[in-house]
């Protein structure tokens, strides 16, 4: 069904033209045939119309629909690189032939009169010769005494002098003349006798008798002969269906001969053309216009006159020339099959990528083909199998990684959760913390541990590694310290009497802080039996007391934090040991330094100091300006300037390390 404008429009026109076709008939049929005519220029004009675009909606189907096929497209191409030349080399000999064997069906008369007239030249020259001795002979009479020739009995001869005869002729003459509207073969021979010259003319006419010898075994021929008109001119007109004409009426025709019966259904017969140039014999000039000689032969008997021209050698040369066709048969044969072959090899190839194409469009990525060549267009479809392999390992892997994406997230929500997240602080003291992890889990830890109205732990660490086996141990770590700090805080309650049972009248406001290396011993030895040997953290535990202003601390192995005074000294807080987990039954020590209005505590990971650009590190200079910079702000407002401050150092480069900051300071 017709689906686009063109093809309905083509529809339409041909609805028109049907209906005009069927107009036409009826009028036909009723008599009114002078109507018939209205309607004719038009249905003709429509049917041009018509086939135009139905020619053109075939092309275009053709190259929408069959050409749309890699196969089809390949023999295509095929035919029109091997099969067009094929075609025009055979047309090429299918005329050559065709003109050759005119030329050589023609040639058969003409070489007939052409024999002829040589031997009437031969017979003349003899003739001749017997007039010259006899004329020789004084008395006797020449004409009556001539012989008869058995091989041209109409011949007629006639000797005169030489002053009778035509000015132009000369001795030797042989050619087929015009005389008086008739053709003849006429030879002429000069003899001198005496002082006398004698000119011998033989001549034969050219009638069907004559013909009939020329065309004995050629088949059936006709010759047109000019003629003069009243004003001593040949004119000879040839006209496709009227025949020949000379001077306006029908030219006199020689026929002679018949055609063989054919030898077998393939011996066709063919009609062949040839112009003979007479002589007028009043002039001794060539005619403007040739006799037209028109033939009609077999192939037999073309076969028959070239076999016999070539004698014992005709069989060997048809013998070859079917071998050689046959051999050329074969070839084209052999190449068709080869060609044909080779493109369904590539087609087959291409309907296999198009069909997984299609598998792997509808999400069968286990889809595989086939493969049973070995070529290059096999190695693709290699190279397709291997694609959609890897292509489904990927997809696998990421699901996997979507799935280890969503439990990231989740492990993300969990660790936020053990970061401080109300953090008010002591009546003496105001904290604030800031992690901002490099990947979605953090290794970096801080803590702020409430011990009572004025104490307060902080802890700051930094575990080895990244990733998730960082942030397990940050929160193994983090249980740890909560667990040693809870267990401290209520072993040291209950040697002091608060909240414990059995011991009425003991009233106390405070608890004295668990020490901090003590911590760290015990914290060491856990990760070191629980973690594997490489594994290791930096910490920095301190409990600061908020009625004597005084922060007791131990640093295993941790950045020193630093206590930036009022008046802008520095003191780093590096009193303690080596890292926790490494080593096993390691010691620390302690240390107590006073807090005073004013001074701001800073502890940091080395995500603070580490970050490059081209100008080098960001430092530990670089952080404590921006802090002293911005010492009177709030604590928050103080971190978030740090932090910006980083940012802009490292620009648009991917943040290299976890940045962990911990500010604190004394309240008036």
């Keep these: 069904m017709p689906r686009t404008r063109l093809a309905l429009f083509t529809a339409y026109l041909a609805a028109i033209e049907l209906a005009l076709i069927l107009l036409n ?256 014999w009043e002039s001794g000039k060539s005619l403007s216009l040739d006799t037209f000689l028109v033939g009609t032969s077999r192939v037999s008997v073309l076969y028959s006159h070239l076999s016999g021209a070539m004698s014992q050698w005709a069989s060997y040369v048809a013998i070859a020339l079917v071998a050689l066709a046959i051999t050329f048969g074969v070839i084209v044969l052999i190449a068709l099959i080869i060609g044909i072959r080779l493109t369904r090899t590539i087609t087959y190839s291409v309907a296999n990528l198009y069909k997984a194409t299609q598998h792997i469009n509808r999400g069968e990525f286990d889809y595989r083909i086939q493969v049973r060549e070995k070529d290059q ?89 990244k990733g998730i086996s960082a942030a397990l141990l940050m929160a193994s770590i983090h249980s740890a310290v909560r667990a040693y700090q809870q267990e401290a805080f209520v072993s040291l309650g209950a040697a002091a009497g608060y909240g414990m049972p059995g011991r009425e009248g003991v009233v106390t406001t405070r608890v004295d802080a668990a020490s901090p290396a003590q911590m760290l011993r015990l914290l060491n030895r856990h990760l070191y039996q629980t973690t594997q040997p490489e594994k290791y953290a930096t910490l920095f535990l301190g409990f600061y007391d908020g009625e004597r202003r005084r922060l007791t601390y131990s640093n295993a192995g941790h950045l020193a934090p630093i206590i930036l005074g009022q008046d802008g000294s520095i003191r780093r807080l590096e009193a303690g040991g080596m890292v926790v987990g490494l080593f096993d039954n390691m010691e620390y020590t302690e240390e107590t330094v006073e807090l005073c209005p004013g001074d701001i505590f800073i502890a940091f990971s080395d995500g603070m100091t580490e970050p490059e650009n081209e100008f080098g590190e960001f430092g530990e200079e670089r952080l404590i300006e921006t802090i002293a910079s911005h010492r009177n702000q709030p604590l928050d407002r103080i971190s978030a300037q740090a932090v910006s401050a980083i940012q802009d150092w490292i620009g648009s480069t991917e943040q290299p390390d976890d940045i962990t900051l911990v500010l604190a300071r004394p309240i008036s």
């Design 377 to 465: 267009l096999a190695a693709l479809q290699l190279s397709f199998n291997s694609m959609t392999q890897s292509l489904q390992r990927l997809i696998v892997e990421q699901k996997e990684k979507e799935r280890l994406q969503s439990e990231l997230e989740i492990a993300h929500e969990v660790q936020a959760q053990l970061f401080p997240r109300d953090v008010s602080g002591t009546r003496t003291l105001e904290v604030h913390g800031i992690c901002r992890p490099a990947r979605i889990v953090s290794g970096d830890y801080y803590d702020f541990l409430s011990l009572g109205a004025d104490q307060v732990g902080i802890a700051v660490g930094d575990i080895s590694g």
């Design 25 to 280: 008939w009826l009028l036909h049929v009723t008599g009114m045939r002078a109507t018939v005519g209205l309607f004719s220029g038009w249905t003709g004009f429509l049917s041009f119309v018509l086939s135009a675009l139905l020619l053109f909606l075939a092309l275009r189907w053709f190259r929408t629909h069959v050409m749309w096929s890699v196969r089809n497209r390949l023999i295509v191409t095929y035919l029109f690189i091997g099969g067009v030349p094929v075609t025009l080399v055979l047309l090429i000999v299918v005329i050559s032939a065709y003109f050759l064997t005119g030329q050589f069906a023609a040639s058969l008369p003409i070489s007939g009169i052409q024999t002829e007239l040589k031997r009437l030249q031969t017979s003349n020259l003899a003739m001749a010769e017997i007039v010259a001795k006899r004329a020789a002979a004084k008395g006797q009479s020449l004409e009556r005494s001539l012989p008869d020739d058995p091989d041209f009995p109409e011949r007629t001869v006639q000797v005169a002098d030489e002053a009778a005869g035509p000015a132009w002729l000369a001795n030797g003459f042989n050619n087929l003349v015009l005389d008086q509207n008739r053709l003849y073969l006429r030879a002429a021979n000069i003899v001198r006798v005496g002082s006398r010259k004698l000119t011998v003319v033989s001549s034969v006419p050219v009638d069907e008798k004559f013909l009939a010898g020329i065309a004995a075994d050629l088949g059936p021929v006709k010759l047109y002969v000019p003629r003069k008109n009243a004003q001593g001119q040949v004119d000879l007109e040839v006209s496709p269906g009227r025949g020949v004409r000379i001077s306006g009426n029908t030219g006199p025709a020689i026929a002679a001969g018949s055609l063989r019966p054919p030898q077998n259904r393939w011996d066709r017969t063919f009609d062949y053309y040839a112009l003979i140039q007479p002589v007028d």
